[in-house]
Nanobody, 133 residues
Framework: QVQLVESGGGLVQPGNSLRLSCAVSGDTFTRYTMGWFRQAPGKEREFVAGITWLGGSTYYQDSVKGRFTISRDTAKNTVNLRMNNLKPEDTAVYYC??????????????????????????WGKGTLVTVSS
């Protein structure tokens, strides 16, 4: 079992920045891929960014490339999402997610860090980010 607890959400004006953090605890998660999904009102949950715990390879959704940065702190067991130049369309509940990759081969190198909804083993409860003036 892995527990994920998000923090850092809130109200921010367009163009400003916000940092989300996810505290990870529980099972040994060296081989896990961690990341963030988001769900806007009336929309499906979508992948935002992911990172391999071992190696730190990252993958981003196209709409956040160049604005968001995902990182992990292996000493503090956290996964962080720095969000710059936020836009109203970034408004959503952001969920921390973990894929154990149990029983599956590693992906091709270009897909390291990519997460798929159906592969997620653990979810956090979410934190709301509202981008509005």
């Amino acid at each position: 079992q892995v527990q994920l607890v998000e923090s850092g959400g809130g109200l921010v004006q367009p163009g400003n920045s916000l940092r989300l953090s996810c505290a990870v605890s529980g099972d040994t998660f060296t081989r896990y891929t961690m990341g963030w999904f988001r769900q806007a009102p009336g929309k499906e949950r979508e992948f935002v960014a992911g990172i391999t715990w071992l190696g730190g390879s990252t993958y981003y959704q196209d709409s956040v490339k160049g604005r968001f940065t995902i990182s992990r702190d292996t000493a503090k067991n956290t996964v962080n999402l720095r969000m710059n130049n936020l836009k109203p369309e970034d408004t959503a509940v952001y969920y921390c997610a973990a894929d154990s990759r149990r029983g599956r081969l590693p992906p091709e190198p270009s897909k390291l860090g990519r997460l798929y909804y159906s592969d997620i083993d653990y979810w956090g409860k979410g934190t709301l980010v509202t981008v509005s003036s």
